[in-house]
């Protein structure tokens, strides 16, 4: 199984910060990697795919970058509805394995 | 619109099963897959396994396989997820999305169900 690493597991910002999440995979996974959004409560929401690739109406102050093993989302002028815990997840092969999650708390 | 509509929340006692279902509209069901997801009580997000909703085809993530089966009813456009000799670590928010009709690399989990609360208690 590949093992997702995400750093940090948790962090403190304010709206308007800039943020960045990092993601790391066991092995190389090319671009195969998406990030999702949850909110308590909530389901999982869909950010990106091919690991920079914004889904349809996704704000364009996210973005990511990386392949291989590295990858990192970044959330730029944060606004209070980005606080929330993200995770990635690698597509590469089965089983599909997510990281742990970071969670984004004022 | 494009949604996925899970059955509501279950409470079982250890040994039983569960079947959970995601009932799916607004696409076309046989052009994609569903994979599910569970989540234990503050914890985070665990893939269990696929099933192609063209042909059927699944792949089960290794920790669930034997207690796991997933199945689809095409007349219905919905999918369901049994789990057997349910245990109190089983307790858990179990999720339905939207992947790619065959495994493949590029997939992603772009439309997900409710959640489904399912408690396991003696």
């Known amino acids: 199984d590949i093992q997702m690493t995400q750093s940090p597991s948790s962090l403190s910002a304010s709206v308007g910060d800039t943020v960045t999440i990092t993601c790391r995979a066991g092995?190389?996974?090319?671009?195969?990697l998406s990030w999702y959004q949850q909110k308590p409560g909530q389901a999982p929401k869909f950010l990106m795919y091919?690991?920079?690739t914004l889904h349809t109406g996704v704000p364009s102050r996210f973005s990511g970058s990386g392949s291989g093993t590295d990858f990192t989302l970044t959330i730029r002028s944060l606004q209070l509805e980005d606080f929330a815990t993200y995770y990635c997840?690698?597509?590469?092969?089965?089983?599909?394995?997510f990281g742990q999650g970071t969670k984004v708390e004022i | 619109q494009v949604q996925l509509v899970q059955s509501g929340a279950e409470v079982k006692k250890p040994g039983a099963s569960v079947k959970v279902s995601c009932k799916a509209s607004?696409?076309?069901?046989?052009?994609?897959?569903i994979s599910w997801v569970r989540q234990a009580p503050g914890q985070g997000l665990e893939w269990m396994g696929w099933?192609?909703?063209?042909?059927?085809?699944?792949k089960y993530t290794q920790k669930f396989q034997g207690r796991v089966t997933l199945t689809t009813d095409t007349s219905t456009t919905t999918a369901y997820m049994e789990l057997r000799s349910l245990r109190a670590d089983d307790t858990a928010v179990y999720y339905c999305?939207?992947?790619?009709?065959?495994?493949?690399?590029?997939?992603?989990?772009?439309?997900w169900g409710q959640g489904t609360m399912v408690t396991v208690s003696s």
């Open positions: 607004g696409y076309t069901f046989d052009n994609y897959g």
């Open positions: 091919g690991a920079s």
């Open positions: 999305a939207r992947a790619t009709v065959v495994i493949e690399s590029w997939d992603a989990f772009d439309i």
């Open positions: 099933i192609s909703g063209y042909n059927g085809n699944t």
């Open positions: 997840l690698q597509t590469y092969n089965t089983p599909r394995t």
């Open positions: 092995q190389n996974i090319a671009s195969h």
